[in-house]
């Protein structure tokens, strides 16, 4: 959360900030922002400051900082009132301002188990945040919060279907591949439907008659594709190559309609185009010896492709999209990650959306153990010294993560590079700190002073690199986000131990 300097003019409101006037009383209003900032990012509350005719904002003050409070209290834990809150006494502070105070309440974003968060004992009064407003969801927007709260939303039974809406082909392809695992060799032996009941495909409809049927997870994974559209209408899968700007669209496609695909004959057919069109170039390891670039790459993508499958909601009306560009590979699929986007990278938590079809992928050895995908997506990057992946995640747009196979200095997309740009560029990556004094890139590419002070100067005017220091500590460095630097900290200490040893960083 941001850190507000009450004795300067103040910021505006936005996503994050809402000022409410609250002289004499918790102002009522005020409930619809928490309920907005605990369904969408957190935010801070501050009350005692008043909008203006010209819309700047002034400090005003609370009267009676005690009374606002219990008023507050009386109402936060009652349910009647909001059906959950993340507010705890550590989150609320009263600001001395001149002869004034006032009280910021810091919200932190609810946990997806209790979403959405409502008022008064009404699940259409529930609001996000957009901008510096609070909308009330829409009758969509709730059914995604909902959504996002349960963590098996694959298995239940679909009503009136049958082994008869399932590829039988696809179930038979998927059977000799577990069964070369010598813990599942025993399912040789089984028939069919002792077969598909093992995997959780056939399920009792536990919640209702007990009936026996087909799990979403079944229908989703091994259906044949019109089956699958009666019950998801806008079920669709799709690879795109577009690796070859020169074309006008692209030159190979992979689509579950066209092709009449479930998830599991989608995923056989984007890991062998993986395999047949990976380039493995010729490398050297820093001892000498010959690096695997293919193999890590290929399972950068393979986990890509599962965490992409294995966690959409498939509820929702969007597609599920995999492309390949010039630079990098794109995976998108509708559903905000049940855990931060931070710890996709660094941490092994993992939060099952759809708990037979993440099984149905790891027990046939198609991904890692779960929550260990993210981590060799971003180890991928660093043995092959390609730009870090990149991850966004939220309720409206769904979950986008970026996997590039270009280094850092030539994956600037929609920006030119020219050939001294992109080698004062690798020159700074490959200093041990990411970061170099204007001496020394002279130095590392044979570049005049003149042309050097050129060319740092377009890199920054593109915001490409940063300065810091003044005078002759001034180094040149590459920005690097938050979950990126935990990355390294965590997948290569003992870089970091070095790197914070030359660069001399300090907190």
Same mark, same amino acid.
């Not at 993340?86 to 006494?89: G, H, Y």
């Not at 957009?130 to 407003?133: A, D, N, R, W």
């Not at 009503?159 to 008869?164: H, V």
């Not at 209702?208 to 009936?211: A, T």
């Given at each position: ?6 004795n300067?003019s ?6 994050h900030?809402?000022?409410k ?7 009522k209003?005020a409930?619809?922002?928490i ?6 990012d957190? %935010? ?5 400051v008043?909008?203006l ?16 409070l219990?008023d ?5 834990? !009652? ?6 809150s993340?507010?705890?006494?550590s989150?609320?502070?009263i600001?001395?301002? /001149? ?13 997806d188990?209790?979403?959405p968060?409502?008022?008064?004992? !009404? ?6 945040r957009? &901008?510096?407003?609070d ?10 919060? @909902? ?11 679909v009503?009136?279907? @049958?082994?008869?809406d399932?590829d039988?082909? @696809? ?13 599942y060799?025993?399912y $040789?032996?089984?028939k069919?439907?002792?077969f ?11 919640d $209702?008659?007990?009936?026996e ?6 229908l ?5 594709? !019109? ?7 806008y079920f ?16 190979s496609?992979?689509?579950?309609v ?9 995923f056989i ?6 395999? /047949? ?9 820093k ?8 193999g890590?790459?290929?399972? /950068? ?10 966690h959409?909601?498939?509820?929702? %009306?969007?597609?599920?999209?995999l ?18 986007k ?24 198609y991904?890692?153990?779960?929550g260990?995908? &993210? ?8 043995? !092959? ?7 966004e ?6 979950t986008?993560?970026k996997i590039?196979? #270009?280094?850092?200095?030539? @994956? ?9 740009e992109?080698?004062v560029?690798?020159?700074? #990556?490959?200093?041990?700190s990411?970061s ?9 590419t ?9 060319t740092?100067?377009?890199l ?5 690199i ?9 180094k040149?460095?590459?920005p ?5 630097l #935990?990355a390294q900290m ?10 914070i040893?030359?660069?001399n960083?300090?907190n």
């Open positions: 959360m941001k850190i507000i300097d009450y300067n103040l910021p505006q409101e936005d996503e900030l809402e000022y006037k609250s002289k004499n009383a918790f102002p209003d409930w619809e922002t309920s907005a900032f605990e369904n969408t957190g %935010g801070i509350l501050v009350l005692g008043e909008e005719s010209d819309h700047k904002f002034k400090i005003t003050g609370v009267k009676d900082t005690q009374k606002v219990d507050f209290w009386s109402s936060n834990t !009652n349910k009647n009132k909001i059906n959950h993340t507010i705890e006494n989150d609320i502070k600001i001395p301002i /001149a002869n004034q105070k006032i009280i910021e309440i810091t919200i932190k974003q609810a946990d188990t209790y979403k968060i409502y008022l008064n004992d !009404n699940f259409a009064q529930a609001f996000i957009q &901008g510096s407003t909308r009330k969801c829409t009758e969509d927007y709730l059914k995604r919060l @909902s959504r996002l709260s349960e963590s098996s939303l694959d298995t239940k039974v009503k009136n279907y @049958s082994i008869d399932l039988l082909d @696809s179930i038979e392809l998927y059977k000799k591949v577990l069964t070369r695992i010598e813990t060799k025993k $040789n032996n089984y069919l439907e002792d598909l009941r093992r995997i959780g495909v056939l399920i009792k409809d536990r $209702n008659d007990g009936k049927g087909i799990s979403y997870a079944g989703l994974f091994f259906g044949k594709n !019109n089956a699958i559209i009666q019950k998801f209408p669709s899968l799709e690879y795109y190559d577009k690796s070859h700007p020169e074309q006008e669209r692209w030159t496609r992979i689509s579950s066209e092709s009449d695909l479930n998830i599991f004959t989608f057919k984007v890991i062998e185009h993986f395999k /047949a069109t990976i380039p493995n170039p010729f490398g050297l390891d001892n000498g010896q010959r690096k695997d670039t293919f890590s790459m290929f399972t /950068a993508l393979r986990e890509a492709t599962v965490n992409m499958l294995m959409a909601d498939y509820f929702e %009306g969007s597609r599920i999209i492309t390949e560009y010039p630079k990098f590979y794109k995976f998108e699929n509708p559903g905000k990650m049940k855990i931060p931070e710890d996709f990278f660094t941490t092994h938590n993992s939060k099952s959306r759809n708990a037979i079809i993440s099984k149905l992928f790891t027990q046939a050895h991904g890692e153990r779960e260990v995908g &993210g981590e060799k997506i971003f180890n991928s990057s660093v043995e !092959n010294n390609f730009r870090h992946p990149e991850i995640t939220s309720i409206e747009k769904g986008q993560l590039w196979k #270009v280094d850092y200095a030539s @994956s600037f997309s929609g920006k030119e590079i020219s050939n001294r992109q080698k560029l690798k020159a700074i #990556v490959s200093s041990p990411n170099l004094s204007h001496k020394e890139i002279e130095r590392q044979g570049f005049s002073r003149y042309i050097t002070d050129s740092l100067s377009s920054l005017s593109k915001k490409i940063e300065v810091h220091g003044k005078s002759r500590s001034t040149y460095t590459l690097s986000t938050a979950e990126q #935990v965590q997948s290569l200490p003992g870089i970091f131990r070095q790197l040893r030359n660069s960083i300090s």
